[in-house]
């Protein structure tokens, strides 16, 4: 009853006066729970009823600056992804000590430009890579993490959609197979440069079974004409990016799924055969 959302305010009030700390918890989480309710359940010693107040969209600003106090990091990881945080709450988080607390704030879709372009100096390469990762960052900041001497960052750059195409050209001379990747994914990648890396040998990366071809041909903006000759790769996990484009002609796609009923079939006979 305390975490059923439809549970009526006397109710909830009722369950309040007892010391139960789970049914506090329960209270906490409860998206329909007053926020007066909230204030009261934040003042409570136990870290794990802070952070389900934190968490709650009913808690106001008010009660979210003093948790934002609080010494406990789930805690202020629940404030920093609460839309009713205030910006200034949320500029302070932006400088704590703990990194990883500095990286929640980066990941924030809901962190303002102003603060992303403090993070964008971060001496933490994580900070600066998931701050090039988010989709609120401004393309004058995304050119200067292009140029960052971690990796990992100019990988995120790469991965961003909103990273101009001029900029992506200037990545993809980078011999690193994981940048390829990244770059072969962006639906902002010019067309001379997927057509490059559709030709791209190595079959795998730090991404897994994943290669820059697969990539290419699962890229929505793969020109038709890449694509028609990606259509005749070995390599199976290619054809299948290819067969799944919106852009690939329907005549290939046709004959790719003739082909992949064909072979699930003889998987299945085969199967049933073992049985």
Known sequence: MAGNPNTPKETLIELSKEKDQGMKIKLAENPNIPSD??????????????KAVAENLNTSSYVLRELAKYEDFDVKRGVIFNPNTPIDVLKELAKDEDCEMRY???????????ILIELAKDEDCQSRATVAQNLNIS????????????????????????????????????????????IAGNPNTPNDILEKLSKDEVVETGFGHFNVRQTVAGNPNTPKEILIELAKDKDFEVKQGVAFNPNTPQKIKAIFFKIFIIVSNKIINRTNAGF
């Open 37 to 50: 309710m909230l204030i009261e359940l934040a003042i409570d010693n136990n870290p794990l009823t802070k």
């Open 104 to 114: 929640y704030v980066a990941v924030n879709p809901n962190t303002p430009k102003e």
């Open 139 to 182: 393309k004058d900041i995304l050119r200067k993490l292009a140029k960052d001497e971690d990796c990992f960052v100019r990988q995120s750059v790469a991965g961003n959609p909103n990273t101009p195409s001029d900029v992506l050209k200037e990545l993809a001379k980078d011999e690193d197979q994981d940048m390829k990747i990244m």
